[in-house]
Structure formats: structure tokens, C-alpha cells
């Protein structure tokens, strides 16, 4: 029998050594992340691989995984050990590498396996580790499979079974690699910045972009796990600066950032300019709804409102579907749904059959961004970006609340504006418009602005968006009502900022 997990141990001890160490914490909503030696030692990923393993039989699904790894100084080490446990539940292991996530998402598919567990910490800092987990392609784990996997492990109820077995596939970057590039070349020039902050996507970002015939200008994309400039993460300021740098300094149309894991894609514009994830997704929407009639976009509750209101989606049929926040719910809506896209204001998009097959690419992102720019021959994508309707957003803030408050305050605001709306009550004295209740609360007024509050997945906090497409002004004002209603629960602390 493999040891119960503990929660907390002594390291440089025997026990440390000879005991699983497993933090209940790191498992999250729709993934998995540890501080490797002090949350999780290499038995305690052992210990997960055999709950893995004892879930994937315990579903019926064949007993067959692709493993990966990003680029960080532990990670193999970690994979491995997940492949013993994995094994010792009986699970055949397809060994992939070195990869992106997306790689891994994609062998599921070139290989015909139906499991997938990723190690990677993405964009954490040194010193994480974690593993991204699915057994229904191209679906990842929600809170249900996390819950059960969870108890499995903690309780040490992995079961030990014969016919594990280990394959390492040979060159399997050429097969990802090959999937996104046996394509059209891009039919107009094009210059972009290319920046991986030395994270694993500089190991095959630029030589896939450069095939479709991108002019590459590289950035931070030779491998150094200790990441020596920044955190390879697009939505960090000293990424963003960086890419803006070197595109202003180059002359490039476009910076292209990619996060650790090479999941997500940022953007910087010709003017240096960012361009936030969701409004990109706006741009992107606008295109490809002209090349797909009536097409159907998810879009997750902190993204702006234009996906509901600009006039050329709105001209184009465009149905617009707002959901839970989080890239496993995100996933799953889409291939229930049968949208062409989904578009999550972190950065992960989703793009369906016949542009990608469901899970989030940060590559696939990238192509279609220039794919797009390749259609609008002559037109910069500041100009792009400037033909969106003007709106007014704030940040995501998140005020503390402990994990054991925020749910129940979340589900009193959530009551205090579906009475209002009922009632007929007024925000400011607008009527209230819309109200979506499948993440926390998004309220609509009937000039185009609103406001989000919701529970962060994986912190002890509140999230709060708001937006408004009239003025600053109306933006700060819906700011405003929402710390108001906030403000009656004396649970919700301090915000990490503010306007």
C-alpha cells in the first residue's frame, strides 16, 4: 500500500524522503499548482500520478496518457515521477517531452489517447509546479474531477494495478509543428516581435511563424529556466514594456507575447500600444464572423460588453454566449455549445473546427491574429483597433475576502440586484437591462455599462470589472454602486487596486 500524503513535512528528514507531501491547497478549481519542496515533494507527485491512475479506471476510460513538460529546472523530474504513479495504477504513459500545453492537448488527438496531464506552473514564478489534467479530450478537469481526484489522493485510496507501461515518442514537436504550418504562407509581409521571456514557447514560437513567412524579430526566446528578465506572463507590465521596446525600436506590426506553457498569446500593436485580451477578441470576432455567418462566440463574464453591442457583430449575426470565467469552463462551453471561438479576458482563447479543435493555443491565437491582418492588407492593427467603439474599463480589482466568506457575499449581491431588477428599481437612474448569474453577477444598465462581482477560483478574493461605453465618468459611477453593495458586508477588505 503507497503511504497516506501529509500536508506539511520537515525537509532533509527521513520522513521527507520516505512519506507523500501533498498541500490539500493545490488543488484548484480546474488544475493543480504546488510550491515543489515545501507544498509537494517527488513522492507527493508520485502519490498524484496514482490517484490519476486510479480516476481514469474509475471513469472507464481507457487507461492511456500523453505526459509533457515545460521548461523549468524540476520539471522532468516531476513528469517523471507522475509517470511512476501513473504506471503503478496501470496506465500507459506516452511520454511527449519537452512541450507546450497545447502540445499536449494536440498529441490527445495525432496519437489517439483519450488522457492528458501536462506538468507545468505556466506563468508562476520559479519555484511552482503544477499539472493541467483531462480525460475527455479536449475537456479539462472542473471542479468535479478535481474534488474527486483530491479525495482519492489524501485519503491514499490510489490503487496499485498491473499493465502500467512507459513509451517515449520521438520527435513529436516535428508532428505539432508540421499541423500549424502545412498551410498558405501569408500573402503580405509582415514583421512581428516575438517574445517568449525565456520561457518554453521560444523553443518553437519563431520557427513556426517564421515558416508561414512572418519576418521575426525574436525576444527573450532562448530557453533559461531562471527566467533571468521576467516572468514569460503577457499580462505583466515588464513583459508588455519589453515587447513595446523592441517593436517601436524595430519597426514591427504587431508584438506577439507568449505566457510559459504557451497557452495564451498578448498583443502589443505597431504603435507599441497593448491591446487588452478581450478587445482583441473583439477584433478577432469582427473577422472571422465575416468569414462565418451567424457564428456563435463564448465569451467569459469579465469581458467587455462589445462582444453583446458593436454594430459589425451585431450586422454580421453574431450570438454572443457569456460564461464562467476559467479556462476549463471556457473549454467545455465551447464544445457544448459548438461555438467558433471562445475568448476569455486572460488571454485564453478557444478556437473550434475549422480553425483548432477546442483547447486553448496560444500559437493558433497568434496565427489568427495575423491571418487577420493578412486580410486587411494596408491597414495597421492600431487602426484595427481604433475602428472598435470607444469604452471604458477598468482593470480586474479584487478586494480580500476570506475563501470561507466570499462565496456566501457573492450570493448576497448576486440576490441584492436580481430584486432590484425585479422591482423595477434604477441604477443611478438607469434601468437595469441585463443580468447574468452564471458567474457571480454581471449587471447591465440601459446605457451599455456594467459591473462584475464574482469569486476568485483559486485566492481568497472578490473580482470586480466594470465597463462603460458612454464615459469614464459612467465608468467610475458603476464602480461606485458596486463597492456600495460591497461595502454592507464587512467580510470584504481592502482591494489590491483600485480607481
Not at 519537452?98 to 495525432?110: N, R, V
Amino acid at each position: 500500500m503507497f503511504p497516506i500524503p501529509q500536508a506539511s513535512l520537515e525537509p532533509n528528514t527521513y520522513a521527507y524522503e520516505t512519506v507523500p507531501l501533498v498541500k490539500p491547497t493545490g488543488f484548484r478549481e480546474y488544475d493543480a499548482r504546488w510550491l515543489f519542496g515545501s507544498e509537494i515533494n517527488l513522492m507527493g507527485v508520485q502519490a498524484l500520478g496514482l490517484g490519476l491512475g486510479t480516476l481514469i479506471h474509475e471513469r472507464g476510460v481507457r487507461p492511456e496518457i500523453v505526459v509533457g513538460h515545460d521548461f523549468r529546472a524540476y520539471s522532468a523530474s516531476i513528469k517523471q515521477a507522475l509517470a511512476n504513479g501513473l504506471m503503478a495504477a496501470g496506465v500507459t504513459v506516452h511520454d511527449i517531452g519537452l512541450a507546450l500545453s497545447p502540445m499536449a492537448y494536440f498529441a490527445q488527438f495525432a496519437l489517439d489517447i483519450p488522457c492528458v496531464a501536462m506538468v507545468t506552473a505556466s506563468h508562476n514564478d520559479n519555484g511552482w509546479t503544477g499539472v493541467k489534467m483531462g480525460v475527455e479530450r479536449p475537456m479539462t478537469f472542473g471542479p468535479g474531477e478535481m474534488s474527486r481526484l483530491k479525495e482519492i489522493v489524501l485519503t491514499g485510496a490510489g490503487k496499485a494495478r498491473d499493465g502500467g507501461a512507459y513509451r517515449y515518442v520521438e520527435d513529436f514537436p516535428e508532428v505539432y509543428i508540421k499541423d500549424l504550418t502545412d498551410r498558405e504562407r501569408l500573402k503580405h509581409p509582415v514583421k512581428a516581435v516575438v517574445a517568449c521571456g525565456n520561457g518554453t514557447a521560444g523553443a518553437f514560437a519563431p520557427r513556426i511563424l517564421e515558416a508561414l513567412g512572418v519576418e521575426v524579430v525574436p525576444l527573450d526566446t532562448g530557453l533559461d529556466h531562471s527566467f533571468p528578465r521576467y516572468n514569460p506572463n503577457p499580462e505583466d507590465l515588464e513583459m508588455l514594456h519589453a515587447m513595446r521596446d523592441a517593436v517601436l525600436a524595430s519597426g514591427a506590426d504587431v508584438g506577439l507575447g507568449f505566457d510559459g506553457d504557451g497557452d495564451r498569446c498578448g498583443v502589443v500593436d505597431d504603435l507599441g500600444e497593448e491591446i487588452f485580451a478581450d478587445k482583441v477578441g473583439v477584433m478577432l470576432a469582427r473577422d472571422l464572423s465575416a468569414l462565418h455567418a451567424n457564428a456563435t462566440f463564448v465569451v467569459d463574464v469579465k469581458s467587455t460588453g462589445l462582444f453583446a453591442t458593436d454594430p459589425v457583430l451585431q450586422a454580421n449575426g453574431v450570438k454572443t454566449d457569456y460564461w464562467k470565467t476559467g479556462h476549463s469552463y471556457m473549454k467545455r462551453r465551447v464544445n457544448e455549445t459548438g461555438a467558433l471561438v471562445g475568448f476569455e479576458k486572460s488571454g485564453h482563447y478557444f478556437f473550434n473546427r475549422p480553425i483548432g479543435r477546442g483547447y486553448d493555443d496560444g500559437l493558433v491565437s497568434a496565427i489568427a491574429i495575423l491571418d487577420m491582418l493578412d486580410r486587411n492588407p494596408g491597414r495597421k492593427l492600431s487602426a484595427l483597433k481604433d475602428a472598435l467603439p470607444k469604452t471604458w474599463a477598468s482593470p480586474t480589482m479584487s478586494p480580500h475576502c476570506a475563501d470561507e466568506k466570499k462565496y456566501g457575499v457573492v450570493d448576497a449581491v448576486v440576490t441584492h440586484f436580481e430584486q432590484l431588477a425585479a422591482g423595477g428599481g434604477t441604477i443611478d437612474g438607469q434601468a437595469i437591462r441585463d443580468i447574468v448569474t452564471v458567474n457571480g453577477v454581471r449587471v447591465t444598465v440601459e446605457d451599455g455599462s456594467w459591473g462584475l462581482v464574482r469569486a476568485s477560483s483559486n485566492k481568497p478574493e472578490l473580482v470586480v470589472v466594470v465597463e462603460s461605453p458612454v464615459s469614464e465618468t459612467r465608468m467610475r459611477d458603476m464602480f461606485r454602486v458596486v463597492d456600495g453593495v460591497l461595502r454592507t458586508h464587512p467580510e470584504v477588505g481592502a482591494y489590491n487596486q483600485s480607481l
